[in-house]
Every structure is written in structure tokens, then in C-alpha cells.
């Protein structure tokens, strides 16, 4: 399988299967798609057939697929979404977990709890020696010491059962102060910092309890922050809706502001919602992209304004293995999340939603895990898709975001067709980066 195309007066083409990138011109581009060829002298389209010919013999053009049988991913563990606490100090208006409290009451994880979260990864990871963690919410730093002994807590297990935890933390900011960035500093191996973009933008969408924008409560943190992180892992990172559908603008604010690690999301809401981006919207937004392209190609020659999007960022050479393309991110199996109460879920967007209730990890010992629905996770990929039999993009995406399917269309195995088209556009225009800087 092969996919043509032109980004401007550039034109491309993907093999899909072999992972070769092409630069080409008006002409091959015409003859893959069959358009027209009337315009063109009929020896050189005849030498470009015989070149188009000549690299399908050599498997970097139209190759075959492998023949590949999908196993079934594994069922231990390796990486936890630990819900530090179940309430926020903002009040988003887009946010899928209801202020925080993923429609559920108010809670806050106990030691306790977060204790034997850490064991039954350690526990449920078989041979893997690295573990993860990410510590999410709700806002996670409203339940800071409970964070901190967690870590603490972890480290000496792991050192005792020959295991090695890497710590994530996500945060609006606010309580982000000198003491607690220089903590998360130390302790973190990532870090991201939740951020909308222009302080218009932020402001009317992430509010603080009271109804305030939130912008000027935490940018100073973020800044203080970036200049102590050095090149350590972070993020900057926004959801745009269809109120700022110009978001281009946004990353590039936030780059202005010294920020290098950036990822905008795309919002996931019904069609009902006042912030959803629609299918109509996508014209805008795959315009928004190409903008974002240029800007990023031009910026990224200078030293001063060089800056990585997450979603430019396009392994052909060095990316995952075949296998790990066709499963995805093995929500329900290898990635597992557990609320403040020890409910197990398979991801944090399945938190609260009671027929994917796991387990809990004070009662897994001898209750165990709903193997059922484990199982069915477990099972998906791009195989199980009919979907994404055809699409080109499929080896990068691996079908996508299963919490999205179902609540969009109440099957893991139908993607949700929105986040499918926005994630084409995308690779096109990091196939078009990755071929100015590198071809």
C-alpha cells in the first residue's frame, strides 16, 4: 500500500508497509494517482513508470505486508495511571473527568491505598524491570505528601525486588511553588504542565473555582520551572476546542514563552458540546496544521526558537517494532489506572465507569482481575479493525484511542472517525518536516 501526497507545491510518497519516504515531482505523483497524463512527454512518463517499477522490485515501493499472526498482549504489567486525588482546583470546561471527580465524590488516595498500588505493580510485572507511573488527577499536587511518600515508598520497593519506577506527574500549575517545582525536579522523570496557550484562550476555557482565568496563577510556576529542568523531560501541553481552532498561534505563544517540549491536543466532546471541534471543523484545523508545519520548519533553524511538537515528531528510521506497531498502547492490560478508593480501570478514561471496574488493589489478592474484560483489550489491534485494514496511517496510530471508540461509537474495534482524519493530516505534515530536515 502506497499514499501520495502533496503538501503545497511538495509532493510525496509513503510506503506504507516498508516505511520509505519519497520526495517526488508533479509527474510521479500524477502517474501513482492516476490522474491526467496528457500534459507530460510520453518518454519521460515512460521513464518514470520504469523507475516507479524499479522500486517496487526493491521493496520500497507498493512492498508486501509480513506475515504476521497477532498474539494476544501480554496481561502483566508495566505502567499505572495512580489517581492522587479525585477533585481540582479548576474548573475546565472541557474536562472529562467532571471537575476532577470523574462523577463520583470527592476523594483524596491515602497512603495506604497508593501503597498497594505500588505493590500490585510490582507484583503484576513479570520480568519487566522498568515500571511506570504517572500521577494524575483531578490535580495531584492538592495531594502532595501522599505523592511524596508514594515515590518514596516505591523506590525502596523496587530496590528490593530488582525493579527500576519512572514518575510522571501532571499539573494545572497553581500549586506549583519554588519548593514543590525543585521536588518534582529531582523526583520526576517527566513532568507535564498543563497549559491552553494565549492567556485569552487559557482564560476562558481552564477557570479557577471562583470563575477567574487561571493563566496569571500559573505561568510564573511554569517559567520558574522550565529554567530549572534543564533537558529533562517536560511538557507544555493544551487541548484546543473549536473556540480557538487557530491554535497554531497558541503553540507558538507558548514557544515565545520559552517553552521547547510542546503537544496541543485536539478536544474529544460530543457533537452536542459547546467546545467540540465537528467534522466540519476539520477543513480549518488541517489548514491550522500546515500553518503550524511551516512555522515549525522556520522556527527549529533558530537556536533561540527551536522547539519539538509532539505530534511532528515522526519515527521512519528508529521507531517501534512491527509488533508494537499493530497493538497500540495496551490500555487494560500492560497500562492499567487506579482511582483514589484502589478501583482498577483500564485507563484513567475509563475511571469511574463501572463496567470496566478491573479489580480493586485491596482485594486483587483474592478477588483478582476481571479477566473477561482484560482480555478484550488485550485481543485489539489494527487486525480487529476493519477500519484500518485500508489506511495508511495505521502502523502509526495502531488504531487508536480505544476509550474513544467506545464512547464514541460503543466498540473499541470502530475508531472514532474525528480523531482518525486529524491524526492523517498530521503525519502528512510530519512527513513533509521530516523531509526538509532530512532528505
Known amino acids: 500500500m502506497i499514499h501520495a501526497f502533496n503538501f503545497k507545491d511538495n509532493y510525496f510518497v509513503y510506503d506504507v508497509e516498508s516505511g520509505s519516504l519519497h520526495e517526488t515531482d508533479k509527474m510521479i505523483f500524477d502517474i501513482l494517482k492516476n490522474n491526467d497524463l496528457s500534459a507530460y512527454d510520453a518518454n519521460a512518463v515512460a521513464e518514470a513508470k520504469a523507475e516507479i517499477a524499479s522500486l517496487k522490485e526493491q521493496g520500497l515501493l507498493d512492498a508486501s505486508a509480513p506475515e504476521y499472526t497477532m498474539e494476544e498482549k501480554r496481561l502483566d504489567v508495566k505502567a499505572m495511571c495512580l489517581h492522587v486525588c479525585h477533585d481540582c482546583n479548576l474548573r475546565c470546561g472541557y474536562c472529562f473527568a467532571k471537575e476532577g471527580t470523574y462523577s463520583g465524590p470527592k476523594e483524596m488516595l491515602s497512603l495506604e491505598t497508593a501503597k498497594k498500588a505500588m505493590d500490585f505493580l510490582i507484583d503484576n510485572s513479570a520480568g519487566r524491570k522498568i515500571l511506570e507511573v504517572d500521577f494524575f488527577g483531578g490535580e495531584p499536587l492538592m495531594n502532595l505528601d501522599v505523592l511524596k511518600q508514594t515515590v518514596e515508598y516505591a523506590k525502596e520497593q523496587a530496590a528490593k525486588k530488582g525493579k527500576v519506577f519512572k514518575f510522571t506527574t501532571t499539573t494545572n ?32 476555557v481552564r477557570k479557577t ?188 496510530c495502531s488504531g487508536g484511542c480505544n476509550a474513544n471508540a467506545i464512547h464514541f461509537n460503543g466498540d473499541m474495534d470502530k475508531p472514532y472517525k474525528i480523531a482518525c482524519e486529524m491524526m492523517r493530516k498530521r503525519l502528512e505534515c510530519s512527513m513533509y518536516i521530516f523531509a526538509k530536515e532530512n532528505l
Open 173 to 204: 500549575g497553581v500549586l506549583l511553588n519554588k519548593e514543590t517545582s525543585d521536588y518534582l525536579n529531582k523526583e520526576m522523570d517527566n513532568v507535564v504542565l498543563s497549559i491552553d496557550g494565549r492567556k485569552e484562550v487559557n482564560d476562558a
Open 209 to 396: 473555582a471562583n470563575g477567574k482565568g487561571s493563566f496569571d496563577y500559573f505561568i510564573d510556576n511554569f517559567k520558574y520551572f522550565r529554567s530549572i529542568r534543564g533537558d529533562k523531560s517536560y511538557f507544555v501541553r493544551g487541548t484546543f476546542t473549536n473556540k480557538n481552532l487557530d491554535f497554531s498561534q497558541d503553540v507558538l505563544f507558548m514557544n515565545d514563552l520559552g517553552f521547547d517540549q510542546i503537544s496541543i491536543e485536539p478536544v474529544v466532546l460530543p457533537d452536542d458540546h459547546s467546545l467540540a471541534i465537528k467534522e466540519s471543523d476539520l477543513p480549518v484545523v488541517f489548514e491550522e496544521y500546515e500553518k503550524l508545519a511551516e512555522a515549525y520548519l522556520e522556527r527549529r533553524q533558530d537556536s533561540e526558537k527551536w522547539f519539538s511538537f509532539f505530534h511532528f515528531v515522526l519515527h521512519l528510521n528508529d521507531g517501534p517494532c512491527y509488533k508494537k506497531r499493530l497493538v497500540g498502547c495496551g490500555a487494560g492490560s500492560e497500562y492499567i489506572a487506579v482511582a483514589p478508593n484502589g478501583d482498577i480501570y483500564p485507563c484513567h478514561q475509563f475511571v469511574g465507569e463501572k463496567q470496566f471496574l478491573l479489580g480493586n488493589v485491596h482485594t486483587v489478592e483474592k478477588d483478582g482481575l476481571n479477566d473477561e474484560i482484560r482480555h478484550k483489550f488485550a485481543k485489539s489491534s489494527i487486525f480487529t479493525k476493519p477500519d484500518c485494514q485500508n489506511c495508511w496511517a495505521k502502523y502509526h
